[in-house]
C-alpha cells in the first residue's frame, strides 16, 4: 500500500484523499442526521403521547367512567373494573387506531388497569411511574411495560379537583425507531447521490489535473520547482512574465535592473514604478534605464501572457564607444598621413622640376590650422589626442572638399573627461557634420549650382564651468520633428554602411548622459544643422 502511494502521480493522490475525506464527511453527517432523526422523533411522541392523554383524559365518557369506577371501587373492585372496561374500552382502542398511538390505557388512581391493547391484561397492575399524575401534573417518560420500551405520558382525570382515575398514552420505542429508519433511508439515499455526485467532481478534477502535470509525482514537481528556481535566478538576463499587464514574476536579476526592490507580486498596471520601468514593460529593443542601456526582448506567450528577456548592454555600449572613438582616431590619422602623404609627393616632384615657389606654396597650404593643432599634439603633456583627432578630422575634410574651421577657448587637455570619452563625442559630431557638408556640397554639383562646404568646431566652457562642444555645417540641417529620433540607436538619413549607419548620435548621447550632461539638436543661423554639448568637469555639480 505504502508503495502505491509513493509510486501515485499528484492526481492519484488528490483523487484519493478527496473521495476518503467526502467518504468520512458522508458518514459523520449521516450519524449526526441519525441522532437528530431520533431526538426529534422522541420529542415528537413524547408531545403527541401527552396532548391525546390529556384530549383523552377531557372527554365526558372516559370523566364520567372513571369516576362511577372510583365510586364502586372501595365496595366492589372486580365489578367496577368490568364496568370501566365495558364504558370506555371500545372507545379508546378507536382512538389508539385513529392515532399514531400504539396503546391508551385508562386506570385506577392505584394503577389497576380499565382498558389495555391485549383485553386479557385488563385489571391487572399498570407498569411505569404514576407520582407526578397523583398529584395534578402531566408528565412523560420511557419506561418498559407490557408492549415493549415506550415513550409514554401519564396524566390525571379529574372531577372536582380529585384524581379519579389516570390516562396513559404512549408509542412503542420500536415504532420511534422504524420511523427513525424510514427518514433515515431518504437521507442516506440523498447522502449517497451527492456523494457519487462529489466522487465524480473529483475525479474529472483529478484527470485535469493529471493532463496538467503529465501524470507527476509531487516529488517530481517538488525538484521540477526547485530546479525552475535555480535556474531562474541565476541566469544573467532579467526574465520577466506579463500577463494582463500585470508583473507575475520577476527573477533577481530583472529586479535589480529595474529596481524593483522587494516590491511584492503581482505588480499591477496601476502600481507606482521607478522610472523607465513602465518603458521596459511596454516596449521592445534598447531602452535606457537608471543610466543603464537595456535590450528588451518581447515573446508572446498567447492568453495574455508575456515573456520578457532583459540584458543589460551598458558595458557593450561602453565598449563600443571604446571602439568608435579608436576608429574614429584611427581613420582620422589615417587621413592626415594620406593627406601629407600626397603633399610631399607633390612638393618632392615640384622641386625636381625646378619649381620652389610652387612647391614652397603647396606645402605651407592650410598650415595655419594645421600649426595650431600640430603645436597641440606637441605641446600637450597631459592628453594629444584630441589635437591629434581634429587634425586628423581636418585632413579628413579636406580631402572630401569640406573647409574645417576649429575654434578653441580651452586649455589643452580633456580637463578631466576619459580622453575616449571626449574622442566619442567630438568625432562622431565632426563626422556627422562632415558627411553633412559633403553631401550638400555634392547635390549642388550635381544640379549644376556651386554650395561652399564648411564645419565649425567651437570648443569653450560656459559661465558655471562646464565644458561647451559646439559643431556646425553647411549641410541640409534637419527638420525639428525629426531632432529627438535622430538620437535613436539605427537612425540615419543615409543609406547603410559596411558598419552600418545611425549609431553616431545614439553614442554621443549616451556618453553625454553618463557623464550628467546634455546635446542639443539646432539649425544653424545660415542653414545646415548645430549640435550642442554642454558636460560638467568632473567633480562639479552641474
Known amino acids: ?52 392523554a390529556q384530549a383523552i383524559a377531557a372527554t365526558p365518557t372516559v370523566r364520567e367512567a372513571a369516576a362511577a369506577a372510583f365510586e364502586a371501587y372501595p365496595r366492589d373492585r372486580d365489578g367496577a373494573v368490568r364496568a370501566a ?3 370506555m374500552q371500545d372507545y379508546v382502542q378507536g382512538v389508539t387506531e ?15 388497569r380499565y382498558t389495555h391493547p391485549d ?21 412523560t417518560e420511557v419506561y418498559e411495560g407490557t408492549l415493549g420500551p415506550s415513550v409514554r405520558a401519564v396524566t390525571p382525570i379529574e372531577v372536582d379537583g380529585e384524581v379519579v382515575g389516570l390516562v396513559a398514552a404512549g408509542v412503542t420505542v420500536e415504532r420511534v425507531g422504524t420511523l427513525v429508519v424510514q427518514r433515515l433511508l431518504v437521507v442516506g439515499a440523498l447522502l449517497v447521490a451527492a456523494l457519487v455526485l462529489a466522487a465524480l467532481g473529483a475525479w474529472v478534477l483529478a484527470r485535469r489535473l493529471d493532463r496538467a502535470t503529465g501524470g507527476r509525482r509531487p516529488e517530481d514537481l517538488a525538484r521540477l520547482f526547485d530546479a525552475h528556481e535555480a535556474v531562474l535566478h541565476s541566469v544573467d538576463d532579467g526574465l520577466v512574465l506579463v500577463e494582463q499587464g500585470s508583473v507575475v514574476l520577476a ?49 508572446e506567450a498567447g492568453s495574455g501572457r508575456t515573456t520578457l528577456t532583459i540584458r543589460d548592454r551598458t558595458e557593450l555600449q561602453r565598449m563600443t564607444g571604446e571602439l568608435d572613438a579608436v576608429r574614429q582616431l584611427a581613420s582620422a590619422l589615417r587621413a592626415q598621413t594620406h593627406e601629407f602623404g600626397n603633399r610631399m609627393h607633390t612638393v618632392a616632384t615640384l622641386i625636381e622640376l625646378g619649381e620652389s615657389a610652387r612647391a614652397v606654396e603647396v606645402a605651407t597650404a ?92 567651437y570648443l569653450d566652457e560656459d559661465e558655471e564651468g562646464q565644458i561647451v562642444l559646439q559643431v556646425t555645417d553647411s549641410g541640409a ?8 529620433a535622430a538620437f535613436g540607436a539605427g537612425w540615419s538619413t543615409k543609406p547603410p554602411g559596411p558598419h552600418g549607419r545611425g549609431f553616431g548620435l545614439s553614442i554621443v548621447r549616451e556618453t553625454v548622459e553618463r557623464l550628467g550632461g546634455t546635446v542639443e539638436l539646432g539649425a544653424a543661423e545660415h542653414g545646415g544643422a548645430v549640435a550642442t554639448v554642454v558636460v560638467p568637469r568632473p567633480g562639479v555639480a552641474a
Open 1 to 52: 500500500m505504502l508503495r502505491w502511494w509513493r509510486d501515485a502521480s499528484i492526481a492519484t493522490r488528490v483523487f484519493a484523499q478527496t473521495a476518503t475525506m467526502l467518504l468520512l464527511a458522508g458518514l459523520g453527517a449521516f450519524a449526526l442526521l441519525a441522532a437528530d432523526a431520533q431526538q426529534v422523533l422522541d420529542r415528537e411522541a413524547a408531545s403527541t403521547s401527552s396532548e391525546l
Open 85 to 87: 372496561s365495558e364504558a
Open 98 to 112: 385513529a392515532t399514531r398511538l400504539d396503546f391508551i390505557t385508562v386506570m385506577h388512581p392505584d394503577g389497576t
Open 119 to 139: 383485553p386479557d391484561r385488563i385489571g391487572g397492575a399498570f407498569l411505569g411511574s404514576r407520582g407526578p399524575a397523583l398529584e395534578g401534573r402531566t408528565f
Open 251 to 299: 527573477n533577481d536579476r530583472a529586479r535589480s535592473l529595474l529596481a524593483l526592490g522587494d516590491l511584492p507580486l503581482p505588480i499591477v498596471p496601476e502600481a507606482s514604478l521607478p522610472p523607465g520601468v513602465r518603458r521596459v514593460l511596454e516596449g521592445e529593443g534598447q531602452v535606457r534605464v537608471r543610466g543603464r542601456w537595456l535590450v528588451v526582448e518581447r515573446h
Open 366 to 457: 592650410g598650415r595655419a590650422l594645421g600649426q595650431r593643432l600640430a603645436d597641440r599634439v606637441v605641446g600637450d603633456d597631459e592628453e594629444p589626442v584630441i589635437a591629434a583627432l581634429l587634425l586628423g578630422k581636418a585632413a579628413e575634410a579636406h580631402e572630401r572638399g569640406v573647409e574645417m574651421h576649429v575654434e578653441t577657448h580651452l586649455e589643452p587637455g580633456t580637463h578631466g573627461i576619459d580622453p575616449v570619452d571626449f574622442v566619442s563625442m567630438l568625432g562622431n559630431l565632426v563626422d556627422n557634420a562632415i558627411d553633412a557638408a559633403a553631401d550638400r556640397a555634392g547635390a549642388a554639383i550635381g544640379s549644376g549650382t556651386e554650395a561652399s562646404a564648411w564645419v565649425e568646431v
Open 477 to 484: 540641417g534637419l527638420p525639428e520633428a525629426q531632432r529627438d
